[in-house]
């Protein structure tokens, strides 16, 4: 069965960071775009950040920009999203998803990915 697992998420303070990890089975993480979204409580869903399945090229909502880092270790099948100078509107529930998509480009946009796992929360609070 496909599966991703995050884990990592936490309270913290801002300016202080944390580091989310995506555990993958089921499935070839090389031949997948991953992407990160985030949900606040009565909010929609949005793109946080991507990386390609081919050369690693990301993207990033332009909020994050400079303070996040979406990686991956396909030989260990896991994604990272390291983030860095957390603020209070970084709080919501962290997914992340695949999407069976080969090339260098990936997008934010949720409807594309074809897995996700079930979310960690993150709170940014002081």
């Known amino acids: 069965q496909e599966q991703l697992v995050e884990s990592g998420g936490g309270l913290v303070k801002p300016g202080e960071s944390l580091t989310l990890s995506c555990s993958v089975s089921?499935?070839?993480?090389?031949?997948?775009?991953i992407g990160w979204f985030r949900q606040a409580p009565g909010k929609e869903r949005e793109g946080v950040a991507c990386?390609?399945?081919?050369?690693?090229?990301?993207n990033y909502t332009d909020s994050v920009k400079g303070r996040f880092t979406i990686s991956r270790d396909n030989a260990g099948s896991t994604a990272y999203l390291q983030m860095n100078n957390l603020k209070p509107e970084d709080t919501g529930v962290y997914y992340c998803?695949?999407?069976?998509?080969?090339?260098?480009?990936?997008?934010?946009?949720?409807?594309?990915?074809?897995?996700w796992g079930q979310g960690t929360q993150v709170t940014v609070s002081s």
């Open positions: 998803a695949a999407e069976g998509f080969y090339g260098e480009t990936c997008r934010l946009g949720p409807r594309v990915y074809d897995y």
């Open positions: 089921g499935l070839i993480l090389e031949y997948y775009v």
């Open positions: 990386i390609a399945s081919s050369d690693s090229i990301t």
